[in-house]
């Protein structure tokens, strides 16, 4: 279950956020409020795609990430600069383990310094807190 305390460390770092238990998933609601849900997804999908040992496995998940998110007018195109998106080009054939770090690592600094803070700030966000303290309090009477 969600508790106060997980909730109050994600507003201590965006890497807290990220590797704690249900920060990744409440963040994605969130961020499908702001139709930017893709950057968290293709993220995700990176830090899965980084597990991958089988060469096999790796260029079939290389493929699906590159039309999902990386190749121009993809459904869920993530917001890259042209020489990531080139170098990404240049790898899909021999995917290695690290051919998505760049993009990845672009996309983790426009969450941290865009929507993060806005969903920190955000109703979505007081709410869920505000439930948990409620909550919380009366767990401790009973």
């Known amino acids: 279950r969600l508790s106060l305390e997980e909730v ?8 807290n956020l ?7 998933m409440i963040y994605k609601s969130y ?22 040992t089988s060469q096999r496995k790796r260029i079939s998940m290389a493929r699906k990430l590159f ?7 993809a459904p869920n195109e993530i917001n890259i600069d042209s020489p990531s998106r080139k170098a990404i080009i240049r790898n899909i054939q021999e995917p290695t383990e ?3 770090d760049e993009a990845q690592r672009i996309i983790y600094r426009h969450m941290e310094r865009d929507s993060y803070p806005r969903f920190l700030e955000s109703p979505f966000f007081q709410k869920l807190k505000q439930s948990l303290q409620t909550n919380g309090k009366h767990s401790m009477v009973n």
């Open 8 to 15: 109050l460390q994600w507003s201590q770092s965006f890497e």
């Open 67 to 73: 039309t999902s998110y990386i190749q121009p007018q």
């Open 31 to 52: 961020l499908k409020t702001e139709h930017s849900d893709e950057n968290i997804e293709f993220w995700l999908a990176c830090e899965a795609y980084k597990k991958i």
């Open 98 to 100: 690290s051919c998505f």
């Open 18 to 24: 990220l590797t704690s238990k249900y920060g990744p």
